[in-house]
C-alpha cells in the first residue's frame, strides 16, 4: 500500500504561485510514476502534470510553461510549482502513484488539497 499526503493548496490572487508537495509512505523509488490531478467542479478529473521513475515529464497543455512537477527523494516527496495562476486552474488536486507489479497496476490517490485563484 502507498499512502500519498499532499499539501500546499490554498487561495491565490491571479498571476501568483503555489507549491503543492506530495508525500509518499514508500521509497519512490518503487513507485513507476507520479503525479497530480484536478477535478474542478462540474468536469471530470484530469492530469496536470506526471513524472515517471526514469524522470520523464508530461504536462497538460493547459499549464505547460508555467506548471513543474520535480522530486525530492530524500524526502519521498513530488512538488508541483505553478506559477502565471488563471482562475480556470481552480479546482481540488489530487497526487496520483502507479506501481506496476508483473502484468497488474496499482494506482493510489492523495485526498485531495483545495487550490482556489481568484480574478
Known amino acids: 500500500q502507498v499512502q500519498l499526503v499532499e499539501s500546499g493548496g490554498g487561495l491565490v490572487q491571479a498571476g501568483g504561485s503555489l507549491r503543492l508537495s506530495c508525500a509518499a509512505s514508500?521509497?519512490?523509488?518503487?513507485?513507476?510514476?507520479m503525479g497530480w490531478y484536478r477535478q474542478a467542479p462540474g468536469k471530470q478529473r484530469e492530469l496536470v502534470a506526471a513524472l515517471t521513475s526514469g524522470s520523464r515529464t508530461n504536462y497538460a497543455d493547459s499549464v505547460k510553461g508555467r506548471s513543474t512537477i520535480s522530486r525530492d527523494n530524500g524526502k519521498n516527496t513530488v512538488h508541483l510549482q505553478m506559477n502565471s495562476l488563471k482562475p480556470e486552474d481552480t479546482a481540488v488536486y489530487y497526487c496520483?502513484?502507479?506501481?506496476?507489479?508483473?502484468?497488474?497496476?496499482?494506482?493510489?490517490w492523495g485526498q485531495g488539497t483545495q487550490v482556489t485563484v481568484s480574478s
Open positions: 496520483h502513484a502507479v506501481r506496476v507489479g508483473g502484468k497488474e497496476e496499482y494506482h493510489y
Open positions: 514508500v521509497s519512490i523509488f518503487s513507485i513507476n510514476a
